[in-house]
C-alpha cells in the first residue's frame, strides 16, 4: 500500500491565497482570520499599524493569508491543517 504525502508546491500555496482572498469576491479578513482560527493556524502580523503620524497600510489579504500559512508550514513541518482550512 503506498502512502501519500499532503504537499502543495509555492506555486499552489500562493494560487490557493489568491482564490480566497480575492479582493473583490474573496473571503474578507475578517472571515479569514475566523477559519484560520478554527484550525488553530496563527495568524501573523500583517504590518499594519495606527501611530500619532497617520496609519501604516500593512500587507493585503493575500499576501498575509500567504504568510500565515506558509508560518504554519515551517513551524509545524506538516500541512495537516492547511488542508483543514
Given at each position: 500500500?503506498?502512502?501519500t504525502?499532503?504537499?502543495?508546491d509555492?506555486?499552489?500555496?500562493?494560487a490557493?491565497?489568491d482564490?480566497l482572498a480575492?479582493?473583490?469576491q474573496?473571503l474578507?479578513k475578517?472571515?479569514l482570520?475566523?477559519?484560520?482560527g478554527?484550525?488553530?493556524i496563527?495568524t501573523v502580523?500583517?504590518?499594519?499599524?495606527?501611530?500619532?503620524m497617520?496609519y501604516?497600510?500593512g500587507?493585503?489579504?493575500?499576501?498575509?493569508?500567504?504568510?500565515?500559512?506558509?508560518t504554519?508550514?515551517?513551524?509545524n513541518h506538516?500541512?495537516?491543517k492547511?488542508?483543514s482550512?
Amino acid at each position: 500500500m503506498k502512502l501519500t504525502t499532503k504537499k502543495l508546491d509555492q506555486q499552489q500555496l500562493k494560487a490557493l491565497c489568491d482564490v480566497l482572498a480575492h479582493t473583490s469576491q474573496g473571503l474578507t479578513k475578517s472571515e479569514l482570520k475566523l477559519l484560520l482560527g478554527q484550525c488553530n493556524i496563527f495568524t501573523v502580523d500583517d504590518g499594519s499599524a495606527r501611530t500619532q503620524m497617520g496609519y501604516v497600510i500593512g500587507l493585503n489579504k493575500r499576501d498575509w493569508l500567504y504568510n500565515c500559512l506558509v508560518t504554519e508550514i515551517n513551524m509545524n513541518h506538516s500541512f495537516d491543517k492547511i488542508y483543514s482550512f
